[in-house]
């Protein structure tokens, strides 16, 4: 293999020479520049591929046509356009480096960095960046200038309209590409470049920037097909802050099957994080992803999330979902299971044509405290404390098993306690009169007159509770005693 010293973006020569050849072996058809070469022997087989590169190890003989000094003196000759002159400062800082002047090298790297904004032989840029990364001592700021600005958006666009996708030398250009490429000049590949280690590379420097206008590019690539939904979310949600931010910004984008498809990639990732808090902006997105996700699983535990904010909205849809079939009635009925009281109201308000009676039914029977309705068994809260209804009876003396508070037409029977301790009122809500059983004497409080009762300790113990630091004071009532029925609750905690 043939390589030239001075000039690293000339391209090598690879010549086999035949198994017969004897004393000498001649290039043909080749026109060298009288320079500095160097040549590899080395053996390898039949099938291999071309090298562009010498094997490690192989045998090098070092050749110059001409002395440095001779070339240095030729390379003074003034060049016109800006590649040529380029070529001609780097070709210089090759020869003082294989001369050991590290610093005029160092120079002439320099003064050629004025150039590099106008080159567009990308082979040159190629040949010369990597030069410049095999140089450990070349002055560092010199170093990251060139690594940095040959990716400049002016060089990037200009490469990428002279050079066909394929091309080799432009592809090797595109590979040397880093995180900390200019965010336009990743922009602009996203734009028109469709390599994946290019694409990633670009987001990446975008996604750590958290640029706003990574999202957009990645959304109009989805919709170009240039990249799937799925790979984009692969790259946006590598760190779990960086998905985050990339919803946020979903969030701020118009609708589009684009964005929704990025969505509903995003989404699964993203809600896992957040366990404890869903912020509002979340939960917009949760909503949305419910009206466009396809997976049974996913919809299910979006459902579950949001039925668990309380977002009203979340009903509406669920009920649609039920409509269309797009989840399963045995489903439908666990959602209802999660909040009965809202899920209650919810089936009577899309009741038509007796569509949810049923479920309704069925409701009333696992929950009836969410649909208000009172059912032996039931603990309520009193203005004589906790109690439970023991029998329910209509005004005309026909017992039920379940009434609604709000009907009024019906006398409950509760007992609380046992032994001496026991007591036993009925309630009737049709006159709002209630009557304790087997005591003359009822004491109510006079401090808050919210409370009362037949024995005398109870009305103790709540002045000792609620009132410590005021007078004691009660008066003592017979008979009857209003009450209203605002006081007589159901306590959810038993259920
Ligand atoms: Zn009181």
């Given at each position: 293999m043939l390589k030239s010293a001075w000039q690293p973006w000339a391209p090598t020569i690879e010549e086999k020479i035949p198994?017969?050849?004897?004393g000498e072996f001649i290039f043909r058809n080749i026109a060298l520049p009288s320079s500095s070469y160097e040549i590899y022997f080395y053996t390898k087989f039949k099938w291999e591929p071309t090298a562009v590169v010498p094997p490690e190890n192989a045998a090098c003989l070092k050749v110059d046509l001409v002395s440095p000094a001779e070339r240095l003196a030729f390379l003074d000759k003034p060049q016109q356009g800006h590649d040529a002159q380029f070529r001609q400062l780097i070709e210089k800082a090759c020869i003082l480096d294989t001369m050991g002047k590290s610093q005029e090298r160092d120079e002439v790297v320099s003064a050629s960095a004025s150039h590099l904004r106008y080159l567009r032989d990308v082979q040159t840029l190629v040949g010369t960046l990597k030069w410049i990364r095999t140089k450990?001592?070349?002055y560092q700021p010199v170093k990251s200038f060139f690594h940095q600005y040959s990716f400049h958006q002016y060089l990037v666009g200009e490469m990428l309209n002279r050079y066909?996708?394929?091309d080799p030398n432009l592809v090797e250009y595109l590979h040397?590409?880093?995180?900390?490429?200019y965010s336009e000049s990743a922009k602009m590949l996203l734009e028109k470049v469709e390599d994946p280690l290019v694409i990633s590379t670009c987001v990446k420097a975008l996604l750590t920037r958290e640029d706003d206008g990574l999202l957009p590019v990645i959304v109009a690539m989805i919709s170009k097909g240039q990249i799937s939904a799925e790979s984009a979310a692969e790259l946006l949600t590598k760190k779990p802050e960086q998905g985050l931010w990339a919803m946020k910004a979903i969030a701020g984008l118009d609708q589009s099957p684009s964005s929704d498809d990025l969505l509903t990639a995003i989404l699964p990732s993203v809600v896992d994080e957040y366990t404890q808090s869903v912020p509002e902006w979340l939960e917009d997105l949760l909503l949305r992803a419910l009206t466009v996700e396809k997976s049974r699983d996913l919809i299910l535990r979006y459902l579950k999330i949001l039925v668990g904010l309380d977002r009203d909205e979340v009903w509406q849809v669920l009920i649609d979902m039920e409509k269309f079939e797009e989840i399963s009635h045995k489903d439908f009925i666990e959602f209802l299971k999660l909040d009965p009281k809202k899920a209650y109201v919810v089936l009577w308000q899309n009741n038509g044509l007796n569509r949810y009676s049923e479920d309704i039914l069925r409701l009333e029977q696992d929950f009836p405290f969410a649909a208000g309705l009172l059912t032996p068994g039931m603990t309520l809260s009193t203005p004589f404390g906790e109690v439970q209804i023991v029998n329910i009876m209509l005004i005309d003396g026909t017992i039920r098993q379940s009434v609604k508070k709000?009907?009024?037409n019906f006398i409950l029977q509760v007992s609380s306690g046992t032994g001496l301790e026991k007591i036993e009122a009925d309630l009737d809500f049709s006159q709002r009169m209630l009557q304790f059983k087997n005591e003359n004497q009822i004491f109510c409080c006079?401090?808050?007159?919210s409370f009362y009762h037949p024995k005398q300790r109870k009305i103790d113990e709540h002045h000792r509770k609620i009132h410590p630091y005021e007078q004691k004071a009660f008066v003592i009532r017979h008979g009857s005693i209003p009450f209203s029925p605002d006081d007589i609750d159901p306590i959810e905690s038993v259920y």
């Open positions: 198994n017969e050849n004897r450990k001592d070349l066909p996708k394929g040397m590409i880093t995180p900390s490429i709000a009907e009024g006079s401090v808050c007159n």
